[in-house]
């Protein structure tokens, strides 16, 4: 699951919120990937016969197994697209995309690396587009279900009242509209922007790669994070012992596999 940095409401609240958020992104994650499978190889076409078989989850629709494996997929599509920054080759275009939708996949809240976040900005961009091109197809503003979205609401209400109250000067619309306006931090798509990334450091990506940045010195001017959450992982054998750093939600795997043992 995506770390977020504007949740408004309380835990109960940022809870139910920041789940639709990251099931919504998952969504958007997978428009992609079907796009590609209707677009690009037939074969993964090739066993549809009707769509409402859509409908179904996407791993029974299609073999991501295989696709995350396809070069072209990288190459002809998330690069093509510019899903993906030109200064990265499509070896490392294809882990990153996947690693990003693994990440979504996990139970902990978790920071992506700086090239995953650029991923998922052009995502969220790209659905914008959509949003206001077509409208009639794509939603900008998707509503919470209910019971939910009316017990985040009341909450939001009380949050709305402490910021009219605290400084009147500041808002200008009514507490119901205040509390809309916080909702849309979890609803609206053009705040994913607010909600998702701590910074747009990740822009950079577009005139160098990592090593560029090291380089130029803004790694340390501006104290960007090339890397998101690292675990350690620590394998022992008779005579030796290995420590090495991974991407901390591939660690979740291994304890439920651990667990299962």
């Known amino acids: 699951m995506l770390r977020m940095y504007v949740t408004p409401g309380s835990l109960k609240c940022k809870e139910y919120g920041k789940r639709f958020v990251n099931d919504r992104l998952i969504k958007l994650m997978e428009d992609v990937m079907a796009e590609y499978a209707q677009m690009g190889d037939d074969s993964y076409m090739s066993h549809i016969r009707s769509s409402e078989e859509w409908e179904a989850p996407l791993e029974t629709v299609i073999d991501l197994n295989r696709m995350r494996k396809d070069k072209a997929f990288a190459r002809d599509w998330l690069i093509e697209m510019a899903y993906i920054p030109e200064t990265i080759d499509s070896q490392r275009a294809l882990h990153d995309f996947w690693s990003l939708y693994d990440l979504l996949k996990a139970r902990k809240e978790y920071k992506p690396d700086l090239s ?78 607010e909600t998702c990334f701590e910074d747009t450091d990740f822009l950079f990506l577009d005139d160098m790669d990592e090593k560029g940045l090291e380089k130029s010195g803004l790694v340390d001017r501006m104290g960007i994070h090339i890397k998101g959450d690292e675990a350690k992982v620590r394998i022992e054998g008779e005579n030796l012992a290995y420590e090495y750093k991974v991407r901390a939600w591939e660690t979740e795997g291994w304890e439920e596999r651990n667990r299962k043992d």
């Open 116 to 193: 995953m976040e650029y991923i998922l900005y052009s995502i969220i961009r790209g659905e914008l587009d959509f949003c206001k091109d077509m409208p009639e197809c794509h939603d900008k503003r998707q509503r919470i279900p209910e019971p939910q979205r009316s017990e985040m609401l009341k909450e939001l209400i009380e949050e709305a009242k402490e910021y009219k109250e605290g400084e009147p000067e500041t808002w200008d619309e009514s507490i119901p509209e205040i509390a809309e306006k916080l909702m849309g931090y979890y609803e609206d798509l053009g705040e994913y922007i």
